[in-house]
């Protein structure tokens, strides 16, 4: 069972990637019309997201793009670096966010 | 655009010859299944939520029988394509409000660094504005034949 609070915050950043690039994809010939609507989306699902975490998300979000990072072969996909095998054995259970050591990214394990 | 290698992204586990789907939603989960049956996507739901918005920014579906339901995702850790084929036609709310025949799924991480993904989606495109490419893929049979269509782009 996933941690909520993290599969929102994944949720998000899918959000935001996808707002941040509507303007690039519509260049390469896709139609683009409901920008707003997904911004209201994006804001709705931010509002359920508590208020110390999504600070969080925002902060690291401006200082690195990406304030979440998928996790495989434990590798941080942000960063490249291996993360210890304890905490890899939590992640995966994904009861807690965890945060890459040398990145500060927020870890989410994809395998 | 001819510079990204497409067969690179595409994988015998990522393609469907015929494809069972009749609606929008069915096709995109139909596809998607298969990059969950893979592992390659850890959360279904969390990617058919990202792919259905994608589709509400504006649809995927490009007109002259082809789709490209495409976006970023942390739960995934790589970038691939999966292909499908409808002989039927498949309503797909495209620009050009024609059934798509032709889908393409492409799902990518999120990473920044080596950023393959919109180059990719631009070489895609590209090929497929070619009406040979298209009338070789209505009639791909199997992965060695999908390949052939994008080799030497």
Redesign the interface.
């Known amino acids: 069972m996933e941690n909520k609070e993290l599969e929102m915050i994944v949720h998000l950043q899918d959000l935001d990637l996808m707002i941040d690039e509507a303007h690039d994809v519509e260049k390469l010939g896709f139609a683009i019309s409901g920008c707003e609507e997904l911004k209201a989306a994006r804001q709705e699902l931010a509002a359920k997201i508590s208020k110390p975490l999504l600070y969080r998300y925002e902060r690291l979000r401006g200082k690195l793009k990406r304030a979440v990072v998928p996790v495989k072969n434990d590798i941080c996909l942000g960063c490249f670096l291996r993360q210890p095998t304890a905490v890899g054995a939590q992640g995966r259970e994904g009861n807690e966010i965890f945060v890459c050591e040398n990145c500060g990214r927020m870890l989410y394990w994809i395998d | 655009m001819s510079s990204v290698n497409l067969t690179n992204y595409f994988h015998s586990s990522l393609f469907i010859p015929e494809m069972k789907a009749t609606t929008k939603d069915e096709a995109l989960e139909e596809l998607l299944n298969l990059f969950v049956r893979e592992?390659l996507?850890?959360?279904k739901r969390?990617v058919l939520?990202?792919l259905k918005?994608?589709e509400?920014?504006?649809?995927?579906g490009?007109g002259k029988g082809v789709a490209?339901p495409?976006?970023?995702?942390?739960?995934?850790?790589d970038v691939m394509i999966a292909f499908g084929k409808s002989s039927k036609g498949i309503p797909f709310d495209a620009?050009d409000q024609q059934p798509v025949h032709l889908l393409f799924m492409v799902i990518a991480?999120?990473?920044?660094k080596s950023n393959e993904y919109?180059p990719l989606?631009?070489s895609l495109?590209t090929t497929l504005k070619d009406d040979s490419k298209r009338e070789q893929l209505m009639h791909v049979a199997n992965f060695e034949d999908l390949l052939a269509v994008f080799q030497g782009e």
């Open positions: 592992k996507v850890k959360n969390l939520a990202m918005q994608r509400k920014l504006g649809s995927t490009i490209i495409h976006g970023r995702t942390t739960a995934a850790g620009i991480h999120p990473q920044e919109l989606l631009g495109v």
